[in-house]
């Protein structure tokens, strides 16, 4: 799969390209990401991106110059822009991704685009989350982590069979690993019982408790036989 990003901090991505299983499906030819200076497209000697708004506000705007020159030539490929107002992320989004052999990775700043570069050249607006961010590039670096994952022969890539059983719509139940005591704080007793059918009622209730707690709104579309 290749990936493009477009940013005026390509910089901002040598940590996260390098490093775990995007590093690693990167250097197994899984991954290919490629990185565009959007500074390069900038207007006259200062390389502007951007400008007032028209009707007058706080805040900057990025002009359509530059990111017309980029996302046009890019046309056939799935073009997202990652901004507040865009539609959740969610791993269906990431699952959807991971399966086009490309996808084109925008990362906005400033306190927006031009409408009009949204208009003719980004097919998919969309948001890391219910927080503004100072600029795309996080987004683009969880898209891309989220995708890496999912790719076949990535080395970390769930079991797709045994995974799914897991995903039954609710948070992860906790985890423990040895000591089975440190300073007195045990390990809760089931776990350590080999009762495979209580253990798995166990992770159960904790998901449901868990999801009640944290997530209630995950709870509205499961069916009730949870
Ligand atoms: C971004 C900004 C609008 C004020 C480009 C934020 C946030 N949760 C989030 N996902 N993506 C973002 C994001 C993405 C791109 C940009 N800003 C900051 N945006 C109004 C400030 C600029």
Redesign the pocket.
Known sequence: MKIRVVTMFPEYFEGPLDVSIVGRAIEDGILEVELIDLREHGLGKHKQLDDTPFGGGP?MV?RIEPLAGVLEPLENTHRV??????HP?KQETLDRWAALEEITFV???????DQRVIDHFIDEE??????????????AAAAIEGIARLLPGVVGNPDSTVFESFRDGLLEEPVYTRPAEFRGWKVPEILLSGDHARIEAWRKEQRLQRTRERRPDLLDGLPSDN
């Open positions: 805040g990025m822009l990652f901004t507040p107002s865009g992320m990362c906005g700043r400033y306190e927006g685009v969309t948001s890391l989350g219910d927080y503004v961010l100072a600029g795309g590039e996080v987004a």
